[in-house]
């Protein structure tokens, strides 16, 4: 407050009221926006890495593809890439939460900056708290890759090879391990809700407290008066869901960030293995015979 007093402008209590009102059009505006603008660039984002995946696969020489399975690569067009559209969609939400929590603290840092500043600095401390669980999320994230890798190979697996399975009358079992491969992938998912659910009530508990605080030593220590308090009260109480919000984006980004990672590796690998194009459109008119003499065929290895 001192700050703004002395390059000559001290809010009011109307203007400051003003502004919350503005700021809560601004988060709505953007709501808006990033529903509207984001899913077509979250569509575009995962329609292209699923053609770039398709034609990598098709592209790619045989012997690296022979030493793949078929059902990993179509766990990694059919589900990992859309895991990776939901993770940029949480990057969006979290990108539009920040710019408003922004202006909410440049409000708060009109009413009292020492206040505004504490708000920040135990803000900060909130979300780095939080770094185990966000690394747990991404370890969980791993694991239910894994375990899609599983439900997929164990359905191709049984497809591809009905008759036998016919054959032997044994369509029971079967069943029975797709029960077991599928129970996999439930517990996985669990495991990530349970986790989820402690940092939302985490985060929940640590807003409160972090805003008991800071009201009591804006109150008590820095003597700030009742008309100013109520709208520190306001701003404060729109920041804390707020990020609460950020950090389940933050968590839900790390936990869908290994099938970004391993998309990447998959495509550079498929790279690497690209066969050499070759123009099929003109071909060649054959007009006596193709003869061959003392042909061999070696592979590297």
């Known amino acids: 407050r001192h700050i703004v007093a002395t390059i000559g402008f001290l809010p009011s209590v109307p203007l400051l009221l003003a502004l919350m009102i503005g700021l809560a059009v601004l988060r709505a505006a953007l709501a808006y926006l990033r529903q509207v603008r984001a899913s077509p660039i979250q569509h575009e984002v995962v329609d292209r890495l699923r053609t770039a995946a398709f034609d990598a696969v098709l592209h790619a020489e045989w012997r690296w593809l022979s030493h793949t399975r078929g059902s990993d690569h179509a766990n990694l067009i059919l589900t990992n890439v859309s895991r990776v559209g939901l993770a940029l969609n949480q990057l969006l939400n979290g990108v539009a939460l920040s710019v408003v929590v922004a202006g909410y603290l440049v409000a708060a840092f009109l009413l009292s900056w ?9 803000g900060a401390l909130v979300l780095l708290l939080f770094g185990r669980h966000r690394r747990q999320a991404a370890s969980f994230g791993f694991a239910l890759g894994e375990a899609s890798k599983a439900l997929h190979a164990y359905v191709h697996q049984s497809f591809a090879g009905v ?18 491969v599928v129970a996999g992938v439930r517990a996985q998912a669990q495991r990530n809700e349970r986790m989820n659910g402690r940092g939302q009530a985490a985060v929940q508990i640590g807003n409160s407290v972090a805003i008991t605080l800071v009201l009591g030593i804006a109150h008590l220590h820095f003597h700030v008066s009742l008309p100013r308090l109520l709208p520190l009260l306001f701003a404060f109480a729109r920041i804390a869901p707020m990020l609460g919000a950020i950090q389940t984006n933050w968590s839900t980004w790390m936990h869908m960030a290994p099938s970004v990672v391993e998309i990447r590796t998959f495509l550079a690998d498929a790279a690497g293995m690209r066969e050499p194009v070759t123009d099929a459109r003109t071909p060649q008119e054959l007009r006596q015979a193709i003869v061959l003499r003392d042909v061999a065929v070696c592979y590297a290895g």
């Not at 020492?114 to 135990?122: E, G, H, R, S």
């Not at 399975?165 to 029975?176: D, G, V, W």
Request: aromatic share 4%; charged share 15%.
């Open 163 to 180: 008759r036998i399975i016919k054959a032997h009358a044994i369509e029971n079992q079967q069943t029975c391990g797709f029960g077991d």
């Open 114 to 122: 020492q206040i505004a500043m504490l708000t920040i600095v135990l």
